[in-house]
């Protein structure tokens, strides 16, 4: 591994919106030894995200929501996606204050405690993104309605999943993205631990 080297050539912007596209021109090593050919690559800077499943550990239930997504219309699939909470880290934000306040914003609890469950590149082929999920104990008994934020056009429906039928979820396919199937089939492994650590309503101090 530590033999492996990446020769940028160059780099430039090829497009600077909303989101920013880095065009590069590189080499890279190769298994069998040497370096490749000149590539030219197209790099997709989005940012980098924290997710967060809601959790209610008592009630042994989720908190989903579901929103409106261009992306899955474009790609011909139904646009209101079941997702699980997450955003945008700004610069200056740390990923616990991101996780605690889109919570808020998205389903209207509070994240009592956050529980680290995985960090993963979304789509390494052409993006530099990552998402750090969180799992985040909430008391549910509140959850449902329309939430979000109305100067960023959100119209977020919140709902409840009991644990129980997590898994006919993700089995029929109902969890069609790969941010919510990661964060369900984490707890699914985890579920056992989750429930020994904060089942009895209280768990550790506040997050």
Do not use: C
């Not at 069609?176 to 089942?199: E, Y």
């Amino acid at each position: 591994m530590s033999e492996r080297k990446i020769d940028i050539i160059e780099k430039t912007a090829a497009f600077q919106g909303y989101f920013r596209i880095d065009r590069y021109r590189l080499r890279h090593s190769l298994h069998a030894g040497g370096m490749s050919a000149e590539l030219t690559r197209e790099v997709f800077e989005r940012g980098h995200a924290v997710a967060v499943l809601p959790f209610d550990p008592v009630r042994d239930e989720l908190v989903l929501i579901e929103q409106f997504r261009i992306g899955a219309h474009a790609a011909g699939k139904d646009p209101w996606i079941t997702e699980i909470v997450a955003g945008i880290i700004d610069q200056g934000e740390s990923i616990q204050s991101v996780a605690q306040r889109e919570t808020i914003e998205e389903t209207g609890l509070t994240a009592r405690e956050l529980w680290p469950m995985v960090r993963y590149l979304v789509s390494p082929g052409g993006a530099t993104e990552t998402v750090e999920m969180f799992l985040a104990r909430v008391d549910s008994a509140k959850a449902g309605g329309i939430y979000g934020l109305d100067h960023e056009h959100e119209d977020i429906r919140v709902f409840t999943l009991p644990y129980g039928e997590v898994r006919d979820f993700v089995d029929s396919g109902r969890a069609d993205n790969a941010m919510t199937l990661v964060a369900l089939q984490w707890l699914m492994l985890h579920h056992d631990a989750v429930i020994a650590r904060w089942g009895d309503g209280t768990g550790a101090s506040e997050a």
